[in-house]
Nanobody, 114 residues
Framework: QVQLVESGGGLVQPGGSLRLSCAASGFTFSMYDMNWYRQAPGKAREFVASISGAGGIRRYAESVKGRFIISRDNSKSTVYLQLNGLKPEDTAVYYC???????WGQGTQVTVSS
């Protein structure tokens, strides 16, 4: 069955960095766009970034453009999100998703606080 397992979240100070990973299984990973979303307490889930199957097309929310980088390694069926220049407002649970398949991971918590 399809599985998406995120890792790499944690507590980081403002201005710090984290790298999130999402290991996928159960489908032909390279054929599908992959996405990262996030949900802060009391807020709706929002789009963060997406990457095409071959990795050539990347899109970002305006709020993270220039700070976050999405990438993928199809040989490892893994998608990454590099978070740089973190701000307190980036605090959220981060989810990876294969939107076209309708599958989501369980999420990983990112907390930005001094």
């Amino acid at each position: 069955q399809v599985q998406l397992v995120e890792s790499g979240g944690g507590l980081v100070q403002p201005g710090g960095s984290l790298r999130l990973s999402c290991a996928a299984s159960g489908f032909t990973f390279s054929m599908y766009d992959m996405n990262w979303y996030r949900q802060a307490p009391g807020k709706a889930r929002e789009f963060v970034a997406s990457i095409s199957g071959a990795g050539g097309i990347r899109r970002y929310a305006e709020s993270v453009k220039g700070r976050f980088i999405i990438s993928r390694d199809n040989s490892k069926s893994t998608v990454y999100l590099q978070l740089n220049g973190l701000k307190p407002e980036d605090t959220a649970v981060y989810y990876c998703a294969a939107i076209h398949l309708g599958f989501w991971g369980q999420g990983t918590q990112v907390t930005v606080s001094s």
